[in-house]
């Protein structure tokens, strides 16, 4: 059992920036792709961004490419999504999640363990 936990979220203002971090304490999780997932009020859970194990490969959703860097740091087994130019309708809980394979995936089925999410609200 992966445990993930995620901090960072908060409320900032329109084209300000905020940094999530996601950490596994006691866990590695350096064999996994992980990815960022989010869910605003009365909508489904949609994919934001994943990284594969080595950090070379990322995907991001048309939404917010260009915006959003997803990046992880296996020696601090952290995985980071720092959003930039944030928009109102970024407001959601973000999750982090990992996968059991290497590779990237934008599907949440793909992904077997989740945080508990961290609230991200973007005012006008």
């Known amino acids: 059992q992966v445990q993930l936990v995620e901090s960072g979220g908060g409320l900032v203002q329109a084209g300000g920036s905020l940094k999530l971090s996601c950490v596994a304490p006691g866990r590695a999780f350096n064999n996994r792709a992980m990815g960022w997932f989010r869910q605003a009020p009365g909508k489904e859970r949609e994919f934001v961004a994943t990284i594969g194990y080595s950090g070379r490969a990322t995907n991001y959703a048309d939404s917010v490419k260009g915006r959003f860097t997803i990046s992880r740091d296996d020696s601090k087994v952290a995985v980071y999504l720092q959003m930039t130019s944030l928009k109102v309708e970024d407001t959601a809980v973000y999750y982090c999640?990992?996968?059991?394979?290497?590779?990237?995936?934008?599907?949440?089925?793909?992904?077997?363990?989740w945080g508990q999410g961290t609230q991200v609200t973007v005012s006008a």
């Open positions: 999640a990992a996968r059991s394979s290497t590779w990237t995936s934008g599907a949440e089925n793909d992904y077997h363990y």
